[in-house]
């Protein structure tokens, strides 16, 4: 099993900045891909970055030169700074990771948070 808790959500205004943060725990052997999604009311679920295990990142259109993923592979950990944030950022961020364990190392996982809200408003 793996657990993810995200964390740094909250209430800002627009322009402001927030960092978020996941850290995955449990009997974990590796882990691949690291992401952000995120889900408004009435809206799915969409991606808005991923980092591999060797740092290549991937970023939604509506972030890209915005928000920037990061990961501390040591702490099994990864980031979400976002600056100049938009109302229409507002949403639940979810963290992902693709997981190997220990039990199975050959067979990959995907586990999620639970997520964090992030509200943009003045």
């Known amino acids: 099993q793996v657990q993810l808790v995200e964390s740094g959500g909250g209430l800002v205004q627009p322009g402001g900045s927030l960092r978020l943060s996941c850290a995955a725990s449990?009997?974990?052997?590796?882990?691949?891909?690291m992401g952000w999604y995120r889900q408004a009311p009435g809206k799915r679920r969409e991606l808005v970055a991923v980092?591999?295990?060797?740092?290549?990142?991937n970023y939604a259109d509506s972030v890209k030169g915005r928000f920037a993923i990061s990961r501390d592979n040591a702490k099994n950990t990864v980031y979400l700074q976002m600056n100049s944030l938009k109302p229409e950022d507002t949403a639940v961020y979810y963290c992902?990771?693709?997981?190997?364990?220990?039990?199975?190392?050959?067979?990959?996982?995907?586990?999620w948070g639970q997520g964090t809200q992030v509200t943009v408003s003045s």
């Open positions: 992902n990771a693709e997981t190997r364990l220990m039990v199975q190392p050959t067979r990959l996982y995907d586990s």
């Open positions: 449990g009997s974990i052997f590796s882990i691949n891909r």
């Open positions: 980092i591999t295990s060797g740092g290549s990142t």
